[in-house]
């Protein structure tokens, strides 16, 4: 049976008005600001008559040069890649120390381990590869990984973990490699920590503070909270997204309802109306407007072991998953003067924005570059160096070193339009440490051109480069396309 969502009806105009495509001049006056407060001065954002966006150079940029540096509005860690990579909840840099991040792994492996546990939930869009690498790191990462044990992995003698997370044991030469110290969330929920007491303000102000766990005098709040995060990661974790995009529009909206009443000179909060709430609504929701969206149960793409003749069934089913974690994240954050956000169209267009637009969240491990320091080394530094730390690599095993994955929406990267010979590349460079999108030219870029990345691996043949583009809803027709149609 087709969920049935009351708010839907009920709020059906306020909730055309926030699905409602930007005007020319809101999109203006939004990526003007955004690219000014961000100092990026070499790109432009120009919107086309259907509404849709690209990036255009707005200077000339050379092969291999920075083209952007892109803050997420929202992101989240992988579920799943919580155990092996300990990060901040904001920035998602890695965080602690080298000891920590391998103790605290080896801790939670073996506990997982031991409840047969191990996957912890099911995780969609994760990550299949970390980072590109050019070929002299994939050559540093195969000689490390075959020093490490190719079978199963040695346990550590007892007491080796717990001596690396309380400090007692300090591997060799770790202190090249220092980590930010971790801040804890100041809900205490023990799961959220930070790089700095600014990344834990930002946090707590964007959205944490709807979302912690920690301690409440509402039994009932966290219990919901609880019900809605079990949901998320047992099925799909970019209902944390979501969750994520609400609370934060929520979070400006008080913000913005409070500078207006401090404002006023004298002011009756009671008498405060409807129709200035909603505007100021509108005003927080901007950021999520600008994202393309639509409804995630219809823009999905079918499985591979999904028959056409069940698509509709398995497209509602989508849908009633969605209406599950709506529910759930109501009962536990619901605002009144919010109403319309709560609604299944709403909920569904979040997510599905978040299903074309988003990027993979991806940072690398310093661990990695901790062990490939140590191998590198020469001897007799390195035989010293190696009798403390190859029990610690046998340890860990083949995988001895896993970046953070995770997902997340970037308000100018997702106006990048695709190309299967694109001009740019998201790229990770080694001093890119926490989890901002670095968007890099392939080639040379000039003034005024569009600036594109492919949305698939550009290096497939035609067929199965449009066949994956499909599940974007739209068939390339980029000049490389063009020149190999039959």
């Known amino acids: 049976m087709e969920p049935v969502c009351p708010i839907s009806s009920r709020c059906a105009s306020e909730i055309s008005a926030l699905l409602a495509p930007p005007s020319p001049l809101q999109l203006q006056e939004y990526y003007h600001t955004l690219l000014s407060t961000r100092q990026c001065s070499g790109i432009t954002v120009k919107q086309y008559e259907n509404f849709e966006k690209g990036l255009f150079a707005a200077m000339d940029f050379k092969e291999e040069e920075l083209v952007l540096k892109d803050h997420m509005l929202v992101g989240a860690q992988h579920s799943s890649n919580q155990i092996d990579c300990f990060v901040c909840s904001y920035c998602f840099r890695f965080i602690g120390s080298i000891e920590h991040q391998i103790g605290r792994r080896l801790l939670l492996q073996s506990q997982a381990s031991e409840s047969h546990d191990c996957d912890v939930g099911n ?16 050559e540093e990462g195969d000689r490390l990984c075959a020093s490490a044990s190719s079978k199963a992995k040695v346990p550590l003698p007892e007491g080796v973990v717990e001596s690396l997370l309380n400090g007692q044991l300090i591997l060799p030469f770790t202190e090249k490699f220092s980590l930010p110290s971790d801040v804890p969330c100041r809900g205490g929920c023990g799961e959220a920590y930070y790089c700095s007491e600014s990344c834990e303000d930002a946090g707590w102000e964007s959205s944490h503070s709807l979302l912690c766990t920690g301690d409440s005098n509402d039994p009932a709040h966290l219990a919901a909270l609880d019900k809605f995060f079990k949901h998320a990661n047992d099925t799909n974790d970019i209902f944390i997204l979501a969750a994520k995009a609400i609370s934060s529009t929520i979070l400006r909206y008080r913000k913005l309802k409070a500078n207006f009443l401090e404002e006023q000179v004298t002011y009756d909060t009671s008498r405060v109306s409807n129709h200035c709430n909603f505007s100021l609504l509108l005003e927080a929701w901007r950021p999520i407007s600008m994202g393309h969206k639509k409804r995630w149960w219809d823009c999905i793409a079918l499985p591979d ?32 003067e919010c109403e319309a956000l709560f609604s299944l169209e709403i909920f569904g267009h979040i997510i599905g924005m978040f299903e074309l637009n988003n990027l993979d969240l991806v940072v690398a491990s310093p661990v990695e570059d901790y062990f490939l320091y140590i191998d590198d080394m020469t001897h007799p530094d390195k035989e010293k160096a190696e009798n403390i730390t190859q029990p610690i690599l046998d340890a860990l095993g083949e995988d001895y070193s896993i970046c953070c994955q995770g997902s997340a929406f970037y308000p100018l990267q997702s106006c990048m339009n695709h190309s299967c010979y694109p001009n740019a590349k998201a790229f990770k460079r080694d001093q890119d440490i926490d989890g901002q999108a670095t968007i890099i030219a392939l080639r040379s870029i000039c003034k005024g051109e569009e600036i594109t990345i492919s949305y698939v691996d550009e290096d497939l043949p035609l067929e199965e480069r449009q066949a994956s583009l499909a599940d974007y809803g739209f068939k390339c027709r980029c000049p490389k396309c063009i020149e190999e149609e039959p």
Do not use: N, P, V, Y
Request: with cysteine; glycine share 2%; proline share 0%.
């Open 123 to 138: 995780f969609s869009g994760s990550s299949d590869a970390c980072h590109k690498m050019d070929s002299s790191d994939e």
């Open 305 to 336: 072991d999904i028959d056409s003749s069940d698509e509709a069934s398995f497209r509602m089913q989508i849908k009633e998953l969605a209406f599950e974690s709506l529910q759930l994240l109501k009962t536990a954050i619901f605002d009144k």
